[in-house]
């Protein structure tokens, strides 16, 4: 819309631009159309816009043909926009953004998110919808100038803090262009600039334990003129060994860390050991899960054996199921999503047996299992008999970083649309086991 029109159209619905909603509203089209271009927009992809406003963005987006979600908190706007674009590829909801579940977006295969975020809320929404599992295969939005800087900032400069460092672990971030005030109406008091953010293929960084890097990141970002081995001095008490050993002065500052120097401090604090190399005894079974002998974890995989696993799966008092994302290091299915706790029954044990022991092996807790299912082998499921088992748990869980690289909890509905929309996120069996839990659940009811 040209500036005029915008004038007309808001007096017409009766809208004020209420500044604490960022309702600066773009009157540039050039710039919009440049927008869309940017998201590289095919007809298979699903945009989510956060804050279309009055639709200056959106209609780009529909004229490349993809699906929109477009989220709206002002309730006169997301009126005017569902009478505007009489389209069935849009979705127009009435919501606040920050209430909105990022991760239901998980069940569309290829989602990319554009928006308008108000300076106000945009490192909270950025912090709660950009965590891992994140659906979006690419982000593009506009922020207020000060706001993207820090985003795209490197160590030692002034814009460069806990943020810059704990989104940029996750992506690869680009400044793109800086956009004046006055292409705005009404003109917001600062410049606002456009950034790309792309999630990273994990390995392009060293594994370390995310949440130590967190803490870490944020205690050091504190105070900023003050010296890191005095702000950590409780979570690293032998700094001056920790800075010599990543490389930095023992006087150093947070700004002065890179994003390869601050995982390198979390992982000197809480190192990832690798699981001990040790000869792994397997039961080799016939079909029907008749034990045949033992033979050693090489010889089995190598030969595809057919052989016996466990998975569970542990739900907290919500009905959320818990999910490993399995280890980079692992030899099958690494960097795949998994059940809570899975792994090989040994030579000499029983299915139940083994459960256990994984449980407390992978997620450091003990509690009540009960088996649900029962699977046979299959290419599916690597060659396995596989048993199911389920219980509840209400407390923290200890990963076992040598076997899982994050872990979360998720509502079943939303792990049932991403497998469907996603299949190549997951490890093939835990799809398997996943099905037979569902078909289990239906039973009950």
């Keep these: 819309m040209k500036l005029t029109e915008i004038r007309s159209t808001l007096r017409e619905i009766g809208v004020s631009p209420v500044k604490t909603l960022g309702q600066n509203f773009l009157h540039d089209k050039n710039l919009a159309r440049w927008i869309a271009e940017q998201a590289e927009i095919a007809s298979e992809d699903y945009i989510v816009e956060i804050g279309p406003g009055l639709g200056a963005l959106t209609e780009f987006i529909l004229a490349k043909g993809a699906r929109v979600l477009a989220i709206e908190k002002d309730g006169r706007l997301a009126k005017f926009l569902r009478e505007?674009?009489?389209?069935?590829?849009?979705?127009?909801?009435?919501?606040?953004?920050?209430?909105?579940?990022?991760?239901?977006?998980?069940?569309?295969?290829?989602?990319?998110?554009?928006?308008?975020?108000?300076?106000?809320?945009?490192?909270?929404?950025?912090?709660?919808?950009?965590?891992?599992?994140?659906?979006?295969?690419?982000?593009?939005?506009?922020?207020?100038?000060?706001?993207?800087?820090?985003?795209?900032?490197?160590?030692?400069?002034?814009?460069?803090?806990?943020?810059?460092?704990?989104?940029?672990?996750?992506?690869?971030?680009?400044?793109?262009?800086?956009?004046?005030?006055?292409?705005?109406?009404?003109?917001?008091?600062?410049?606002?600039?456009?950034?790309?953010?792309?999630?990273?293929?994990?390995?392009?960084?060293?594994?370390?334990?995310?949440?130590?890097?967190?803490?870490?990141?944020?205690?050091?970002?504190?105070?900023?003129?003050?010296?890191?081995?005095?702000l950590l001095r409780e979570q690293v008490p032998n700094w001056d060994e920790a800075a010599a050993a990543i490389g930095v002065e023992a006087d150093a500052r947070a700004e002065t860390l890179s994003l390869e120097q601050w995982i390198a401090l979390a992982n000197f604090v809480r190192p990832i050991r690798r699981a001990e190399a040790k000869e792994e005894y397997f039961p080799v079974v016939d079909e029907k899960d008749r034990v045949l002998r033992a033979a050693p974890r090489g010889e089995v995989h190598a030969n595809n054996l057919l052989h016996r696993t466990v998975h569970i799966l542990i739900f907290n008092p919500a009905g959320e199921v818990f999910l490993q994302w399995r280890a980079r290091t692992k030899d099958r299915h690494p960097l795949r999503w998994d059940s809570s706790a899975a792994g090989h029954v040994d030579a000499g044990e029983d299915y139940a047996e083994a459960a256990a022991r994984e449980l407390e092996e992978e997620l450091g807790i003990e509690t009540e299992l009960s088996e649900i299912a029962r699977l046979p082998a299959s290419d599916r499921t690597d060659q396995e008999f596989v048993r199911l088992y389920r219980g509840e748990y209400d407390g923290p869980v200890r990963l076992n970083r040598s076997e899982i690289e994050a872990g979360a909890y998720f509502p079943p509905s939303i792990v049932t649309g991403w497998i469907a929309a996603r299949p190549g996120d997951f490890a093939p069996g835990f799809a398997e086991c996943w099905k037979a839990f569902c078909a289990s659940a239906q039973t009950e009811l």
């Design 84 to 230: 505007h674009f009489v389209n069935a590829k849009i979705d127009i909801k009435h919501a606040d953004a920050l209430e909105f579940a990022a991760r239901t977006l998980l069940a569309q295969p290829r989602v990319k998110l554009l928006g308008n975020l108000p300076y106000n809320i945009a490192s909270v929404l950025l912090l709660r919808w950009l965590t891992y599992p994140s659906p979006f295969s690419l982000v593009i939005l506009m922020l207020q100038k000060e706001m993207a800087e820090r985003l795209a900032a490197t160590p030692g400069t002034k814009n460069y803090g806990a943020l810059s460092v704990q989104m940029q672990f996750r992506y690869r971030i680009k400044l793109l262009r800086t956009v004046r005030a006055s292409n705005f109406f009404p003109e917001p008091d600062v410049d606002s600039a456009i950034v790309r953010l792309e999630p990273r293929d994990a390995r392009e960084l060293p594994a370390c334990d995310a949440d130590v890097l967190v803490d870490l990141v944020r205690r050091g970002f504190g105070q900023r003129r003050k010296q890191l081995g005095k």
